[in-house]
C-alpha cells in the first residue's frame, strides 16, 4: 500500500489534491487518481496535481482531472499550485512554470490566514468562433459558451453541459462547456460542466476566462485593455486583457484561493 502527504486546495470551490513528486518517487494509476478524487470513497477533489522539478522554471504542474486521466491546462488548478508552492517554500509571490500549454507567470497578490488571491497568466492568443448558438475558444483547454437568457444560477447545467460536451460540433475529444449571463455593466455570471469530471464544478478557470472573452466580443468593445468581473458559484474572478480586433491576448486570472486542509492517505491495492 501506498502512503501519500498531500495538500487539498480550492480556488473559488473548483478542488484539487496537491502532492509534493519533486523527488519523482510517486507513480498513480488513472485507478489511484480517480479514487483520491472521489468524494465519498477518497479525499475528494475536482482533479489531482504533481508538483514536480523543471529545468527551466521553478517547477512543473503535471494535472489530472478526476477521473484519472491526464489533462489539458486548468486554470484555477494553476492558481492553487502556486499557492502549494508558497506552502514548500519553493517560490515567495512571483513565479514561472511549466504546464501542459506551455509556461506560465504567475503572482500572489496578497496570502493570510491560508488564503489569499492569486493572479494567473494564462500565456495564450485567444480566437472566438460562432458554433451552434454560442461561441467556442481554446483558453488551454477547449470550451463552449451560450447566453442564456435568465438567471444561470438556476439553470440546468448538468443537463444541457452534458449533452453539448458529446456534441458533433466537438468531435472527437468533445469541449468544456459554459452558460453565462450578464449581472451588471462588465460583469458576468458563468456556470461550466467540465469534462473529465462530467458534472457542473463551482468555478472553472480556464471556463471562467472563455466566458469573458467571448462576453467582451459580444459587446463589441474597442481595442485596448479590458477587465471583465465573473461571478460563479463558488466565487468572484477578474479577468484581464488586451484585446486586438478578433483576437485577445495578455490574459490574465484573478481569484481567490483557499488551503482547506494537509494530511496524508493510504491507498489499497487495486
Known amino acids: 500500500m501506498k502512503t501519500l502527504h498531500f495538500c487539498k486546495y480550492h480556488g473559488a470551490g473548483n478542488d484539487f489534491v496537491l502532492i509534493d513528486n519533486r523527488n519523482n518517487n510517486i ?22 496535481m504533481l508538483l514536480q522539478t523543471s529545468n527551466n522554471s521553478d517547477f512543473e504542474m503535471i494535472y489530472y482531472n478526476s477521473d484519472g486521466r491526464k489533462a489539458s491546462m486548468c486554470g484555477n488548478g494553476g492558481r492553487c499550485i502556486v499557492a502549494f508552492a508558497k506552502h514548500l517554500g519553493i517560490i515567495e509571490q512571483q513565479t514561472t512554470f511549466k504546464a501542459y500549454d506551455g509556461m506560465h507567470s504567475a503572482e500572489i497578490i496578497e496570502w493570510n490566514n491560508n488564503c489569499g488571491v492569486v493572479r494567473l497568466g494564462m500565456e495564450i492568443s485567444a ?61 458576468i455570471f458563468a456556470a461550466t460542466y467540465e469534462r473529465g469530471v462530467e458534472d457542473e464544478t ?69
Not at 448538468?158 to 468544456?176: E, M
Not at 472563455?210 to 471583465?228: P, R, V, W
Open 127 to 187: 480566437n472566438i468562433e460562432p458554433c451552434l448558438k454560442g461561441w467556442k475558444v481554446d483558453t488551454g483547454s477547449p470550451h463552449y459558451v451560450e447566453v442564456i437568457n435568465g438567471d444561470v444560477a438556476k439553470y440546468d447545467v448538468v443537463g444541457n453541459g452534458r449533452r453539448l460536451r458529446y456534441d458533433n460540433a466537438f468531435y472527437p475529444h468533445g469541449t468544456n462547456v459554459d452558460f453565462i449571463n450578464e449581472i451588471d455593466v462588465n460583469k
Open 27 to 48: 507513480s498513480l494509476s488513472n485507478k489511484e487518481i480517480a479514487l483520491l478524487c472521489h468524494r465519498r470513497l477518497g479525499i475528494g477533489a475536482d482533479g489531482l
Open 202 to 270: 463551482l468555478s472553472c478557470g480556464t471556463g471562467v476566462t472563455a466566458s469573458a472573452l467571448i462576453y467582451d466580443q459580444m459587446k463589441n468593445t474597442a481595442n485596448g485593455n479590458h477587465e471583465i468581473k465573473v461571478q460563479t458559484k463558488g466565487g468572484l474572478f477578474s479577468v484581464y486583457f488586451r484585446k486586438d480586433n478578433e483576437t485577445y491576448d495578455h490574459i490574465i486570472l484573478q481569484g481567490p484561493v483557499t488551503l482547506v486542509f494537509e494530511g496524508d492517505v493510504t491507498l489499497p491495492k487495486l
